[in-house]
């Protein structure tokens, strides 16, 4: 808000300008290829905030949070739905798929959660058609050995439409002629899907009759135009956490193209998927886990193949929470995570699932790749296996099982080392260190 005080001098206005004070706001972001904990950790900062807003992704994620003896798994709805006072907003750069989005509202449905005044939806929010899903499918289909390893929620083919200015928004659904809109889209769509001369099985009246249901009962939702309630928001002192979807190593421009997802995951996407401006962001908390994993295909400089990385997969229990296949698992990337720290501007870090590496006689971290006969220690252009060998350094691990711990004081010695150790050569502080799926499992430091 400016506050002016003219005051006329000669014929001139002389207008003072005061530029009243905004909230920050926060986010939280994966660094790594997704999966983080970013779903445990959203829940339990919540109780810090009044709203928790979802900028860019859609149903390709899946974000896990645990508490009393309950796991739940969310895609699209932020995770800070449980607690009774924050709002939470499906923000403009999101991508909704009200099939998808119905089966949550449902699978919450024992909460007795107030959808209505807690669950905001912004009306520039694209949606997923069903043909975006069989677009997905076809495409991946088509390219073989080469795919993407993509969730096919459709997401790639709902991006390309929304940039390509063709896209269905949320707001569309408030015209009276929508449907017709979506008959046109619908049927380019299906002209498009036998261009790829794949063969896919679908029943597409199945389909869009479970969409237009869906469809339905997103209407009963609450649509805003979020961005200014957003900046309302901020302008009355309101504490708001933007939570990212996929990691930063999955970015449309920065990830390992094209092994990425079709968003911009890193920092820069809040601000465009929520429109809030540069210098209102406050804190910036990247999410990383002790080690490493990706789900799909693409390279993986840290990827292991032997005992160690069936051990991580196994005891951190590895296996997609939205497409359930397994994921890959390797030892920590520092060179990855300098990069993704950098290009996000990351403040502060929270190490996940450090009770997984318990019982590891030593740990190895990667701080430098062989590149090209050199030695690098930044994220360069080329990270396929052919081009990039990851250098470890090798340090003691530590026995102990961390899961009941609770305060910094309790963990080994051998692990507050490797903890140290990775602050120094990340220069950001690791504030948090998670030791277990459940929201009490959090430790401060
Ligand atoms: P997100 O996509 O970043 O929200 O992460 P996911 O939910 O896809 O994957 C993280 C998995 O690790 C989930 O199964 C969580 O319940 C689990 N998890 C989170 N933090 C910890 C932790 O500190 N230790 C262990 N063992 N599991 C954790
Ligand atoms: P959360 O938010 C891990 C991966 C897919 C695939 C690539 C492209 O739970 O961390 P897409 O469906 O977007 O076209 O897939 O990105 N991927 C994820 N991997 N966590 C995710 O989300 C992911 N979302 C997409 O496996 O390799
Ligand atoms: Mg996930």
Redesign the pocket.
């Known amino acids: 808000m400016l506050l002016r005080d003219q005051k006329t001098i000669g014929n001139f206005k002389r207008i003072n300008i005061t530029t009243s004070k905004q909230m920050a706001v926060d986010l939280l972001l994966?660094l790594q290829?997704?999966?983080?904990g970013?779903?445990k950790i959203v829940d339990v900062l919540t109780k810090d905030y009044d709203i928790i807003a979802r900028f860019q992704?859609?149903p390709?994620?899946?974000?896990t949070l645990e508490f009393d003896g309950i796991k739940h798994v969310l895609h699209t709805i932020p995770s800070g739905i449980f607690h009774k006072e924050a709002k939470n907003i499906v923000g403009n750069g999101v991508v909704i798929d009200p099939v998808i989005f119905q089966k949550e509202l449902e699978n919450l449905a024992s909460f007795k959660i107030d959808f209505k005044s807690k669950l905001l939806i912004s009306r520039k929010a694209h949606l997923i058609l069903p043909t975006h899903r069989l677009l997905?499918a076809a495409s991946e289909a088509a390219k073989g050995k080469a795919k993407?390893?993509?969730?096919?929620?459709g997401?790639?083919p709902t991006y390309m439409d929304k940039t390509g200015r063709n896209g269905m928004r949320v707001g569309d659904l408030e015209m009276s002629d929508w449907k017709k809109k979506y008959r046109a889209l619908a049927d380019k769509h299906q002209s498009m899907v036998g261009f790829y001369n794949v063969d896919i099985q679908y029943d597409l009246e199945e389909l869009e009759t479970a969409f237009f249901a869906a469809v339905d009962k997103l209407k009963a939702l609450t649509f805003i135009d979020s961005e200014q309630y957003l900046y309302e928001a901020q302008k009355a002192g309101k504490k708001i956490l933007a939570e990212?979807?996929?990691?930063s190593l999955?970015d449309i421009d920065f990830g390992t193209y094209p092994?990425?997802?079709?968003?911009n995951t890193t920092a820069a996407g809040a601000c465009t998927g929520l429109g809030i401006a540069p210098n209102q962001i406050g804190r910036v908390l990247g999410i990383f886990k002790a080690y490493t994993?990706?789900?799909?295909?693409?390279p993986f400089p840290t990827e292991l193949f032997d005992n160690d990385g069936e051990t991580m997969g196994r005891v951190g229990n590895e296996f997609?929470?939205?497409?359930g296949?397994a994921?890959r698992c390797g030892w920590i990337d520092v060179v990855a995570l300098k990069y993704a720290i950098t290009i996000n501007g990351v403040t502060e870090l929270m190490m996940m699932k450090a009770d997984v590496l318990s019982g590891f006689k030593t740990v190895k971290i990667c701080n430098s790749y062989q590149y090209k006969g050199a030695t690098i220690s930044h994220f360069p252009y080329n990270v396929e296996p052919k081009n990039v060998r990851p250098n470890y350094i090798e340090m003691p691990g530590w026995e102990q099982d961390l899961t009941k711990m609770l305060d910094v004081t309790q963990l080994p010695e051998n692990l507050m080392n490797y903890i140290i150790y990775l602050e120094e050569v990340l220069e950001v502080p690791i504030k948090i260190v998670s030791v277990g799926p459940d929201r009490t499992q959090t430790i401060y430091r």
């Open positions: 994966g290829w997704g999966d983080e970013k779903g992704g859609g390709n994620a899946g974000h997905d993407i390893g993509s969730t096919l929620k997401i790639g990212g979807a996929q990691g999955l092994f990425v997802t079709s968003s994993t990706r789900v799909g295909s693409g997609g929470a939205t497409t296949r994921r």
